[in-house]
């Protein structure tokens, strides 16, 4: 199923920025949906951002629309998520996705991910 690995997390003051990074290998790229989601201790993993094979069609979650934007660029086999205005609530651990099989459609559940890179931590200070 390939591998997944973020980089680009870190810690950041509140209304800064910062870009995530996702390089696949091992699959091509291009056909697969992707997907972020990020997880706090002791809470489901939540959707943050989904983009289609082509990075046509951006999917961004109501709780970070406008302030995050989600990327891809198929030749470097990597899908970015930037994140600007970030605050206190988005410290979490970053995952990147892929959808389970290929030529499916980008989706907010986690369960129609099924290739995941091992997160990245971004923590935001007050």
């Known amino acids: 199923q390939g591998q997944l690995v973020e980089s680009g997390g870190g810690l950041v003051q509140a209304g800064g920025s910062l870009r995530l990074s996702c390089a696949a290998s091992?699959?091509?790229?291009?056909?697969?949906?992707m997907g972020w989601f990020r997880q706090t201790p002791g809470k489901e993993r939540e959707f943050v951002a989904a983009?289609?094979?082509?990075?046509?069609?951006?999917y961004i979650a109501d709780a970070v629309k406008g302030r995050f934007t989600i990327s891809r660029d198929n030749a470097k086999n990597t899908v970015y998520l930037q994140m600007n205005s970030l605050k206190p609530e988005d410290t979490a651990v970053y995952y990147c996705?892929?959808?389970?099989?290929?030529?499916?459609?980008?989706?907010?559940?986690?369960?129609?991910?099924?290739?995941w890179g091992q997160g990245t931590q971004v923590t935001v200070s007050s």
């Open positions: 983009i289609s094979r082509s990075g046509g069609i951006p």
């Open positions: 091992g699959r091509t790229f291009s056909n697969y949906a």
């Open positions: 996705a892929a959808r389970m099989y290929p030529y499916q459609s980008a989706t907010d559940a986690a369960r129609d991910y099924g290739s």
